[in-house]
């Protein structure tokens, strides 16, 4: 299927869908609220949040945010005070009357995900939650941002923890003290450390350093076990190439280890190829170089 298809197929489905739930509904469901209104207080139910976090979790900009905080405020169904751990913050959260009508939009959401449900067979509803679920990760891989963050920042060390744990599990790497060497490494003017967050949480990072003239070394490619076929990868390592451009880097190499054949056919796919070994890393089996071409 070409583009055009694949987005006439997303957008029949956006129409159909957004029909059958409700969301054209002046009062979602019935509850009194219109659907931005009734996802913010959902999101507020679920955890208190600060009001940065509602903004990125739902990609919303501050003024239509403040006007659905205060139509809920004005309501009675969630309280704004600053937040303990900075007072520079906002804090949100539900109040009784908003915690009763949190329930109640989760029963009706349940009721009418069952009313939609109802007509299909045990095998179709299988097949639909399959295809739902890949097409949600699918969209969310779309969608998410890498943004470049400082190697010290706290998103970037949750995000490297992560991967010096998956590689500790791995191969038995102890990666006591790599981290502070990096830091040196993956921050302008050497180089750049960029991670993805989906709903404040990492799924994927990675860095890129310089080696030498013209020369840099991809480093610290990490993608959430849960994100893994979603493309993520792949969009992952055209960001750090462009980064490497950015920075001057007319190659870019990178080392891998001979278990991670999904990252190799990755490599592969990507341009890569083989060369000799050009570090010391005990645990890199493979060792690949692309040249760069200058960006469109």
């Known amino acids: ?16 869908y957004t029909q059958r739930i409700g969301a054209l509904e002046e009062s979602f469901l019935g509850v009194g609220l219109p659907l931005g209104t009734a996802r913010l207080l959902f999101e507020i139910g679920a955890g208190p949040a600060t009001t ?7 990609g919303l900009d501050s003024g239509y945010l403040s006007r659905l ?12 005070t600053p937040d303990p751990a900075d007072r520079r913050r906002r804090l949100v959260d539900v109040t009784p009357a908003g915690r009763r009508r949190w329930h109640e939009l989760e029963e009706r959401s ?12 045990a095998r179709q509803r299988e097949r639909l939650a399959v295809a739902l679920t890949e097409a949600d990760m699918l969209v969310r891989a779309a969608t998410v941002t890498f943004e470049q963050v400082d190697p010290d920042a706290p998103v970037a060390r949750d995000a490297v923890g992560r991967y010096f744990a998956e590689i500790g599990r791995r191969f038995g790497f102890d ?35 310089t080696l030498d003239d013209g020369v840099g070394e ?3 490619m990490w993608v959430h076990d ?3 076929g979603a493309g993520l990868g792949s969009r992952l390592l055209r960001q750090l190439e462009d980064a490497a451009r ?16 999904e990252a190799i056919a990755m490599y592969d796919r990507a341009g890569y190829l083989r060369t000799a070994r050009y570090n010391d890393n005990p645990f890199a089996t493979h060792f690949f170089e692309k040249t760069l071409t200058a960006p469109v």
């Open 175 to 209: 990666s006591a003290g790599e981290p502070e060497r990096d830091a040196v490494d993956l921050r302008p003017p050497r180089g750049g450390f960029f991670v993805a967050l989906s709903d404040d949480e990492p799924v994927a990072c990675g860095g890129v350093r």
């Open 218 to 220: 991809v480093k610290r």
């Open 1 to 16: 299927m070409d583009d055009v298809g694949t987005t006439a197929v997303i957008r029949r489905f956006n129409r159909a």
């Open 110 to 121: 349940e009721a009418r995900a069952r009313q939609l449900v109802a007509p299909l067979s």
């Open 246 to 261: 950015q920075l001057g880097h007319r190659v870019a190499r990178l080392d891998t280890n001979e278990t991670l054949v």
């Open 226 to 228: 849960a994100w893994r």
């Open 52 to 58: 940065q976090a509602l903004r990125g979790r739902l």
């Open 69 to 80: 905080l205060r139509q809920l405020e004005d309501e009675g169904l969630v309280a704004i």
